[in-house]
């Protein structure tokens, strides 16, 4: 599985880095946020209390009532209004850049590069257009900036311990991923960007590069045309369609399927990846414990013998989880933060880079594509880096 292989070393060695955190300077952080236009994100400000390694120097945001607060919340006595003033004045070693709408992420990723910032932890989607990616991972790579995406469940570490039962045959012939997105009011589209993101993500870590993809967008059961668009939500530009279903041809061979339907959606089944096999299927849930569960024997007969799914934790199957305080050390982000500061030290990528998230969007703006042409076979990544429903006729 390439460098990604190499995700458990990478967790215990950032678990040790706990030992190691009065030992060594604390990173520096500073932290965007811009309240009413996507705030904080999912904790991306908060994070850095619960990581001795590191102290929070400064707080940005454009709302008033919104710093006053974040300067409250963080413990911080500096507080700007304006995000370049306080990477000029600052010089942080780490970036946090938290707003939920994409349209900031360009601007303010660039910026904390050319403060000279070591390394940057940004809220997903990574941005709006495979152009704006390709810009940001050159200035990355020009700098030297470590930037790691917020895909928290890509450092849980009963990932790695899922490719290995794969490779040891614990659901027979690994067969295809299947994948749904949350399908609440925001199925389809929206759902795609915004929570298919994640399974985008882990679905690359188990499956390699994707290689082509055929797709649909329906609204209201219609495919989807150039009347039908409006502005999306969480500034991610032009936008349309309450269904999604799509194909993916990955680089292991074995295909990804994903869907999202409007108000399809349950509280006790959806959002997540099946890995379907010829003897089980591996169920994993994105943001819940367990994070995965196996259910062996055929998926594609009926037994008379009843089945039940049993939990996988990062022990085992049917083990008890030894990490007391896995909970936060996903869903806090705190496993991405210490390997966000390993991959800096270490002079490596993190294990969720700008690269990733690159594949990520390719995933997504390549559904778009697929569609706008009828539906065609789409190969990746796509020739054309700007938003494929910009010249949906």
């Known amino acids: ?152 469940n890509r450092y849980h570490p009963v990932m790695p311990l899922i490719v290995q039962l794969m490779k040891d045959g614990a659901i027979g012939r690994p067969l295809e991923f ?7 009011t925001r199925g389809g589209a929206l759902d795609l960007w915004v929570l298919g993101c994640h399974l985008f993500n882990l679905i690359h870590f188990f499956a390699g590069d994707p290689q082509a993809v055929s797709a649909s967008v329906l609204q209201n059961g219609k495919p989807i045309t150039k009347a039908d668009l409006a502005e999306g939500a969480e500034g991610l530009g032009p936008l349309a369609g309450n269904e999604v279903h799509a194909r993916f041809e990955m680089q292991s061979s074995l295909p990804a399927f994903f869907d999202s339907v409007q108000g399809a959606g349950i509280k006790t089944a959806g959002f997540g990846i099946q890995i379907i096999g010829t003897e089980g299927i591996i169920d994993l849930r994105t943001d819940a414990e367990p994070a995965a569960q196996i259910l062996t024997g055929s998926p594609f007969g009926p037994t008379p013998k009843p089945r039940s799914w049993v939990p996988i934790t990062s022990a085992g199957i049917g083990k008890p989880e030894p990490l007391a305080d896995i909970r936060k050390l996903v869903a806090g982000h705190v496993l991405p933060g210490r390997d966000l500061i390993a991959a800096i030290q270490e002079n490596r990528e993190p294990l969720c880079s700008a690269r990733d998230g690159r594949t990520t969007l390719e995933m997504i703006q390549g559904i778009f594509e697929s569609h706008r042409i009828g539906g065609q076979r789409t190969a990746l990544p796509l020739k054309e880096r700007g938003n494929p429903l910009a010249k949906l006729s």
Request: net charge positive; with cysteine.
């Open 178 to 184: 299947r994948a749904r997105g949350k399908e609440d």
């Open 1 to 152: 599985m390439h460098r990604r292989t190499f995700l458990t070393t990478s967790i215990a060695g950032s678990l040790a880095m706990q030992t190691r955190a009065a030992a060594a300077p604390r990173m520096r952080v500073a932290v965007i946020g811009h309240t009413g236009r996507g705030n904080y994100g999912h904790g991306l400000d908060t994070l850095w209390l619960d990581m001795p390694e590191t102290q929070i120097v400064a707080v940005a945001d454009a709302d008033d009532k919104g710093l006053a607060g974040a300067l409250k919340r963080l413990r911080v006595e500096k507080g700007f209004a304006e995000y370049r003033r306080m990477l000029a004045e600052t010089k942080p070693d780490i970036v946090s850049i938290g707003p939920r709408h994409v349209d900031q992420h360009r601007d303010m990723a660039l910026a904390a590069i050319q403060a000279g910032a070591r390394g940057i932890y940004m809220e997903k989607p990574f941005c709006r257009t495979l152009t704006e990616a390709d810009e940001i991972i050159a200035a990355c790579e020009k700098q030297g900036t470590k930037l790691a995406l917020a895909h928290r």
